[in-house]
T-cell receptor, first 115, second 113 residues
Framework: GAGVSQSPSNKVTEKGKDVELRCDPISGHTALYWYRQSLGQGLEFLIYFQGNSAPDKSGLPSDRFSAERTGGSVSTLTIQRTQQEDSAVYLC?????????????FGPGTRLTVL | AQSVAQPEDQVNVAEGNPLTVKCTYSVSGNPYLFWYVQYPNRGLQFLLKYITGDNLVKGSYGFEAEFNKSQTSFHLKKPSALVSDSALYFCAVRAYNNNDMRFGAGTRLTVKP
């Protein structure tokens, strides 16, 4: 596609439920990132995928968070047993190659609200 | 670990005046520095980056930024602000050997007619 797409755009869930957030990166981009943006805060790095290499999960805040990337393309971020503090905008980004100097292209985000 | 500080939550300028959005960073080794802009209800867009070479970097929409190693700064500038420049601006840094991109908290720029 023309850009990074994310779905759903908005998700409201009840505390304790599991949620899945989807990211479709730009075709041909081998690197994919997930970030979390809380209200009034900067972006918090969550996880990084590069090709078929093991993902860098160093930013995941707890074991309730997990992510996978199938076929080197689409990625899903899963939050189990959601808590109110998980409410935020979750952003996905992709970049062209492994070079850490490459700029990232961001999706519009998924706004998650946990009641 | 690397970090970024954007000391101003809000910057207000009049249209036609020069603007500066400040950013300082901390990183071990050589930094890769980025500026992104976020317009309302839209994703972040890349503006410019410093990797190596000339300290003055030019980017999209007439923006530029100057890398100052001694002051560990990477301030964003534009000679003449437009109302359409009003948005949220993020500075980001990553170390040359680290996947983790650290973003600042953002600076909201408001350009008044």
């Amino acid at each position: 596609g023309a850009g990074v797409s994310q779905s759903p755009s908005n998700k409201v869930t009840e505390k304790g439920k599991d949620v899945e957030l989807r990211c479709d990166p730009i075709s041909g981009h081998t690197a994919l990132y997930w970030y979390r943006q809380s209200l009034g805060q900067g972006l918090e790095f969550l996880i990084y995928f590069q090709g078929n290499s093991a993902p860098d999960k160093s930013g995941l805040p707890s074991d309730r968070f997990s992510a996978e990337r199938t076929g080197g393309s689409v990625s899903t971020l899963t939050i189990q047993r959601t808590q109110q503090e998980d409410s935020a905008v979750y952003l996905c980004a992709s970049s062209l190659s492994q070079g850490l100097y490459n700029e990232q292209f961001f999706g519009p985000g998924t706004r998650l609200t946990v009641l | 670990a690397q970090s970024v500080a954007q000391p101003e939550d809000q910057v207000n300028v009049a249209e036609g005046n020069p603007l500066t959005v400040k950013c300082t960073y901390s990183v071990s080794g050589n930094p890769y520095l980025f500026w992104y802009v976020q317009y309302p209800n839209r994703g972040l867009q890349f503006l410019l980056k410093y990797i190596t070479g000339d300290n003055l970097v030019k980017g999209s929409y007439g923006f530029e930024a100057e890398f100052n190693k001694s002051q560990t700064s990477f301030h964003l500038k534009k000679p003449s602000a437009l109302v359409s420049d009003s948005a949220l601006y993020f500075c980001a840094v990553r170390a040359y050997n680290n996947n983790d991109m650290r973003f600042g908290a953002g600076t909201r720029l408001t350009v008044k007619p």
